[in-house]
């Protein structure tokens, strides 16, 4: 009879909306040929990254709601893409009835989407995602981290780097600082300092391995917010709460937006220069859950449909909120109510893994970040000062960030939802 031991999938997001530095490894990246190539084929209307996307916008918009509906009045923010991704990656060492829930759970019909193309859709979409195309930089990788006494099947190291480019990492997780810092180190390095001590008091001696999926996206605006523009406004959270929020600025610039006629919302869309768009979803007063609950892949496709008509490219006095929020997720209290049910349960099979031990998936953690902030180089910085923002010009059209709203940071190529969140309350830690 074989001891339980654990295995523990962290899932770490970031998303830098808007900031102005270049990445130094940019400089050092020489393969534009390839990455023009490569677009071109992911581009493709056949990509395999477009045959498991629309199974993963429509996960994204189920995780979601269940999130929301179990944390009413907070932040949301998450990477859709990542979680999938983890457990796509999960599935590969998943025996029998769990492979087959873990997948189904993610939204994939088994008898028109096969394994095998299912996990080249994972690997384009991670690479695509990983292009560096214009000034958007995502980096995405997964790490599995062993203990140094479990002796992994082949297979599964070889599928695991073969589809999800997964690196290898040894510990002694019984050295739980140790570990703890190696963890914290390699999430670190990866996404470029932004985060640190990813895991804080998340381990314990009796894991064996943990499964590791960071997702860092970094984006300037086409049309950058200037720095002077920054200006102090009132955001209302709900009737009785008012907090004072940094709002940035941006008169008299042309935007994609709609006032939606059947819902009742502004929706914005703002270009990233690169493959990705942000999409900002403004209830109007009084009428945010109204709006939440048909946020859906259906919604997002017409409002995205709507904002291509140059009808809808119009000046506006824009003011968007400059902020950070940061959420962490204790996913296995929550996927076991989106169809997950044997995942973190003694019925999970993971035979795939290894044969030496019995493995139980004993947590699951998703943290992610998002920083909105005004671009940018050193050149829009002084196309404006702050004097000009409050001049005589009045405008009609005024779209102000100033009550709880919505984000969806799409990728254009990869034709799916990076992050997904809703903003309540900006000033929330
Ligand atoms: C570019 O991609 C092609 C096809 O994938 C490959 O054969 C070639 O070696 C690559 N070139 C470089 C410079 O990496
Ligand atoms: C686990 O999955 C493997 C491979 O599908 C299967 O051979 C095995 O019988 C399963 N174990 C249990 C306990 O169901
Ligand atoms: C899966 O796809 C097949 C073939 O298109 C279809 O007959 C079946 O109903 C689908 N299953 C589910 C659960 O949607």
Avoid at 37 to 61: C, T
Avoid at 173 to 193: M, P, W
Avoid at 282 to 308: A, D, F, I, T, Y
Avoid at 403 to 419: C, D, E, L, Y
Wanted: proline share 5%; hydrophobic share 40%; charged share 20%.
């Amino acid at each position: 009879m074989h001891c339980v031991q654990y295995l523990a999938l962290l899932l770490a997001g970031l998303l830098a909306l808007s900031h102005s530095y270049p990445l130094e490894e940019q400089a050092g990246r020489d393969d534009s040929f390839n990455a023009t190539f490569e677009r071109l084929q992911f581009n493709a209307y056949d990509a395999p990254s477009r045959k498991v996307a629309p199974s993963n916008i429509d996960f994204a918009f189920r995780l979601y709601h269940l999130i929301a509906s179990q944390s009413s009045g907070k932040n949301i923010f998450f990477s859709p893409i990542s979680i999938s991704t983890a457990l796509a990656m999960l599935s590969l060492g998943a025996g029998g009835d769990s492979r087959t829930q873990i997948l189904k759970s993610l939204g994939f019909n088994l008898t028109e989407l096969p394994l095998p193309i299912i996990h080249e859709g994972f690997r384009f979409t991670q690479r695509v995602l990983s292009l560096p195309i214009g000034e958007v930089n995502t980096y995405v990788g997964n790490a599995l981290v062993l203990s140094q006494d479990l002796e992994p099947l082949p297979e599964f190291t070889r599928d695991t780097k073969g589809s999800y480019n997964t690196e290898l990492l040894r510990t002694d997780f019984r050295d739980v600082e140790g570990t703890t810092q190696l963890i914290n180190h390699y999430v670190k390095e990866k996404t470029h300092g932004m985060i640190t001590n990813f895991v804080s008091g998340g381990l314990s001696p009796d894991i064996k391995m943990v499964l590791l999926n960071y997702i860092y996206f970094q984006g300037l605006w086409v049309k950058p917010f200037p720095f002077s523009g920054v200006v102090v406004r009132d955001f209302h959270v709900d009737e009785n709460t008012v907090v004072k929020v940094p709002m940035m600025l941006q008169d008299q610039r042309e935007h994609w937006y709609i006032h939606d006629k059947r819902v009742p919302c502004s929706v914005l869309r703002m270009d990233y220069r690169g493959e990705a768009v942000a999409f900002f979803i403004l209830p109007r007063e009084g009428k945010m859950k109204e709006v939440e609950q048909v946020l859906s892949p259906g919604m997002l496709e017409r409002w995205n449909r709507l904002l291509q008509h140059r009808y809808f490219y119009r000046t506006v006095e824009l003011y968007l909120p400059k902020f950070s929020i940061s959420n962490s997720y204790a996913l296995d209290q929550i996927l076991p109510d989106l169809g997950f049910q044997d995942l973190f349960s003694s019925r999970a099979n993971f035979s795939g893994i290894t044969k030496q031990e019995k493995l139980k998936l004993s947590k699951s953690l998703h943290k992610a970040t998002l920083e909105v902030n005004e671009i940018g180089t050193k050149a829009a910085a002084t196309t404006r000062s702050f004097f000009s923002l409050y001049s005589a010009h009045y405008y009609n059209r005024v779209l102000m960030f100033n009550r709880p709203f919505f984000i969806v940071i799409f990728s254009t190529s990869a034709q799916t939802i990076i992050f997904l969140g809703k903003v309540f309350n900006p000033t929330a830690p």
